[in-house]
């Protein structure tokens, strides 16, 4: 498996939302705003305007102001890893994870848990940090 499949390349999303999130040159919030008399939608901060142009529907415009807030949330991800096992059923082969696996923190982790002779491929999964909704 290459480095990228294993999250360590420049194909990695959380690494390069960090990387956009990292590189903002300001931090306060965007804003999408119409200009009704040229109908055109701009983003807007205190320190930065842009024009999105003519042919920017209000709601793409909303999604780009939304984008530092999307890049914050998901430079906050990590990987967790874990192993699929391929099993015969009377459907033919399905892969699962063992009932009895956990997720690993690493992909070196996950593939020292691997049973041998056993057909196994090492999946992941996106996490977000907990979020207290109860105090």
């Excluded at 956009?20 to 040159?25: C, D, G, H, P, V």
């Excluded at 949330?73 to 391929?86: K, R």
């Excluded at 033919?92 to 196994?120: C, I, M, N």
Aim: with cysteine; proline share 4%; glycine share 4%.
């Amino acid at each position: 498996m290459s480095k990228e499949e294993r999250g360590y390349g420049m194909n990695d999303i959380i690494n390069r939302a960090k990387r956009l999130f990292e590189n903002r040159y300001h931090d306060e919030p965007w804003l999408a705003l119409l200009d009704s008399s040229q109908e055109r939608f701009w983003i807007e901060t205190d320190n930065f305007t842009e024009v999105c142009g003519d042919f920017v529907s209000e709601d793409d415009t909303r999604l780009a102001a939304a984008a530092p807030e999307l890049a914050q949330a998901l430079a906050e991800e990590t990987w967790e890893y874990g192993v699929e096992y391929e099993y015969l059923t009377n459907r033919g082969s399905e892969w699962r994870l063992d009932p009895s696996a956990r997720w690993h923190k690493t992909y070196r982790d996950a593939e020292h848990s691997v049973r041998t002779s056993v057909q196994f491929r090492i999946v992941r999964r996106r996490v977000s940090p907990p979020e207290v909704i109860d105090v």
